[in-house]
Each structure stands twice: as structure tokens, then as C-alpha cells.
């Protein structure tokens, strides 16, 4: 089992930055690859970014590529997404994810069949 515990979430204006952080525990770190999904109210849940066990590769979807960044911590367990430029539209609940079967570009179809989640945190970006 692996255990995933998002924070750093809360409310941004439109423009500015802010950093999440997923903490995991559990099983080895880097054996997983690593994703950022969020779900906006009323809609459902998205791929944001994805980072390979080792952190050269990662893949973001058109919609946050050029202003948000994943990396990952292998010795502290934790994978970061680095949001720059927010916009309104990036209001959501972010989700941290992992998963040790697929290779990273697949990870924005493998979806909802993740192996493992956490419970997510919540980013406002005001107006």
C-alpha cells in the first residue's frame, strides 16, 4: 500500500503561484510514477502532469503546459506541482496519484484506474 497526503492548497489570486505537495509513504517512493489530477465543480476529474520513478520524464496536458511544473523529491518521498500564471479555470481539487505498472505518457489515460490517490487539495484562484 501507498499512502498519498496532498497539502499547500488555498486561495490565490488570478496571476499569482502557488505550490502543492504530496507526501507518500508506504511502499518504495520511486518504484511509482507520479501524477497531478484535479477535478473543478461540476466537471470531472483531469489530467494535469506526470513524472516518471526517475525524474527525467514528465508530460502535462495543452492546458497547464508552459505554467505549471511537477517534480519529485525521492529522497523525501514527495512530488511537488509548481502552478505559475493561475487562472481561474485552475480552480479544483488537486489530486496526487500513483502508479508502478505504466510508463509515464500513459498515465493521463490510465485516469480514474490510478493504483493509488489521495484525498486531494483544494486551490481557489480568484478573479
Known amino acids: 500500500q501507498v499512502q498519498l497526503v496532498e497539502s499547500g492548497g488555498g486561495l490565490v489570486q488570478a496571476g499569482g503561484s502557488l505550490r502543492v505537495s504530496c507526501a507518500a509513504s508506504g511502499r518504495t517512493f520511486s518504484d511509482y510514477a507520479m501524477a497531478w489530477f484535479r477535478q473543478a465543480p461540476g466537471k470531472e476529474r483531469e489530467f494535469v502532469a506526470a513524472?516518471?520513478?526517475?525524474?527525467?520524464?514528465?508530460y502535462y496536458a495543452d492546458s497547464v503546459k508552459g505554467r505549471f511544473t511537477i517534480s519529485r523529491d525521492n529522497a523525501k518521498n514527495t512530488v511537488y506541482l509548481q502552478m505559475n500564471s493561475l487562472k481561474p479555470e485552475d480552480t479544483a481539487v488537486y489530486y496526487c496519484?500513483?502508479?508502478?505498472?505504466?510508463?509515464?505518457?500513459?498515465?493521463?489515460?490510465?485516469?480514474?484506474?490510478?493504483?493509488?490517490w489521495g484525498k486531494g487539495t483544494l486551490v481557489t484562484v480568484s478573479s
Open positions: 513524472i516518471s520513478w526517475n525524474p527525467g520524464y514528465t
Open positions: 496519484a500513483a502508479d508502478s505498472r505504466w510508463n509515464v505518457d500513459l498515465l493521463p489515460k490510465v485516469g480514474d484506474g490510478m493504483e493509488y
